[in-house]
């Protein structure tokens, strides 16, 4: 049964820094995209970032490039999103998901698996 479980949420002031986890389980995801996506309240989910897990190599949308960092720990079998300088309209769940697609998938559909979502409040 694959598992994807987000940590790493919780309330951060404006121009602070967080580091979310999502531990993968239940399968090989070397031929997988893991990506990130956020969803506000009253808003559609948005693509932040992906990376594939067997290269490492990581995609952005214009709107995420400079403060979201995707990366992938294969040891460990995670997949981290590294957030800086952030503020007050990054507040949102944050999901991790996995998808089978070729090349830069943003599209939620595009995903099979997806974990529960952690929720990042950024004050003012």
């Known amino acids: 049964q694959v598992q994807l479980v987000e940590s790493g949420g919780g309330l951060v002031q404006a121009g602070g820094s967080l580091r979310l986890s999502c531990a993968a389980s239940?399968?090989?995801?070397?031929?997988?995209?893991m990506g990130w996506f956020r969803q506000a309240p009253g808003k559609e989910r948005e693509f932040v970032g992906l990376?594939?897990?067997?290269?490492?190599?990581?995609y952005y949308t214009d709107p995420m490039k400079g403060r979201f960092t995707v990366s992938r720990d294969s040891a460990k079998n995670t997949v981290n999103l590294q957030m800086n300088k952030l503020k007050p309209e990054d507040t949102a769940v944050y999901y991790c998901?996995?998808?089978?697609?070729?090349?830069?998938?943003?599209?939620?559909?595009?995903?099979?698996?997806w974990g529960q979502g952690t929720q990042v409040t950024v004050s003012s």
């Open positions: 998901a996995a998808s089978r697609s070729v090349g830069t998938p943003t599209d939620t559909r595009s995903y099979v698996y």
């Open positions: 239940g399968r090989t995801f070397s031929g997988y995209i």
């Open positions: 990376v594939r897990w067997s290269s490492g190599t990581t």
